[in-house]
């Protein structure tokens, strides 16, 4: 949903009510937590054609409370955000965290969440190490119903074992000595060790927040050098302070970013004005 003031439908001192509570509940027999999650439902509606029949369709409850099982809270309010335009940091999120979250998309049919979550893993936004690769390849089995999921996880994670092994056989059979001997292991290493050849080679030193080497930081933000998902900042005290992350380009002179509220902004696509800011 492109309104960039949706996310204020949100806000507790919003003039427009919401209308459905979503609950989540954890503990034991004595003692129970609950957490909530509210939102609109013409919203969600609009935004999901599963929300739409559960709150529209011929068969609907008029329920204003709603019990979540399978997801948590954080997740949900993670998706419920994305309606509503508010875009999560995904450098904040890790892998499982994010197979939680398509498994959500998939299931309220929210394609452009889904297409978010694979470009956030196939662009590497989020840090796979060689010490948690076989973890994270056990979650793209784990989501192989879920087949781009699944592929976009298996695909990074061999990506990851290629640019360590740098063709270096020794490397390669030093890893896999080391690898717990398991049925389950043996899938992935399987899986991975026969993607080797297809997936590309991981660049040497790139940086994690501009993706290139060298490292854009300091450098002003242009057309050309637009790297979606990275962090920002205004040159010497110049454009938005609260400016967190670059999301998209809207034309040649403007673009939308991610403020540390959650909230979108279009701002002035000058690099004199708004600098990479990498740690």
Not at 15 to 36: M, N, Q
Request: glycine share 4%.
């Amino acid at each position: 949903m492109a309104a960039p003031r949706l996310s204020k439908c949100l806000e507790p001192n919003s003039r427009i009510p919401t209308d459905i509570r979503f609950l989540f509940k954890s503990g034991g027999a004595r003692r129970w937590e609950v957490k909530e999650v509210k939102a609109q439902k013409m919203i969600l509606a609009v935004a999901s054609n599963v929300f739409e029949e559960e709150f529209y369709g011929d068969k609907n409850e008029s329920k204003d409370e709603i019990t979540i099982v399978d997801a948590s809270q954080e997740v949900f309010q993670v998706m419920i955000d994305f309606i509503y335009n508010k875009h999560p940091n995904w450098k904040d999120l890790n892998i499982s965290f994010l197979c939680s979250l398509y498994y959500l998309a998939e299931k309220y049919n929210i394609g452009s969440l889904k297409t978010e979550i694979i470009a956030c893993i196939s662009e590497q936004k989020i840090k796979i190490t060689k010490e948690k690769v076989l973890e994270d390849a056990h979650l793209a089995e784990k989501n192989s119903h879920h087949d781009p999921l699944s592929e976009a996880l298996y695909d990074v994670a061999t990506a990851v074992l290629k640019a360590e092994f740098r063709d270096k056989v020794e490397k390669a059979s030093e890893f896999f000595k080391e690898a717990e001997f398991s049925q389950a292991n043996a899938v992935v290493l399987f899986k991975m060790m026969s993607r080797l050849n297809s997936v590309k080679t991981l660049p040497p030193s790139c940086c994690n927040n501009c993706q290139q080497t060298p490292c854009l930081t300091g450098k002003g933000v242009t057309r050309k050098n637009f790297v979606p998902g990275a962090k920002i900042e205004g040159f010497r005290g110049m454009g938005f302070r609260d400016v967190d992350e670059l999301i998209s380009q809207v034309e040649s002179s403007q673009f939308n970013a991610r403020f540390k509220d959650g909230t979108m902004k279009l701002c002035t696509l000058d690099p004199n004005i708004y600098i990479y800011k990498c740690s």
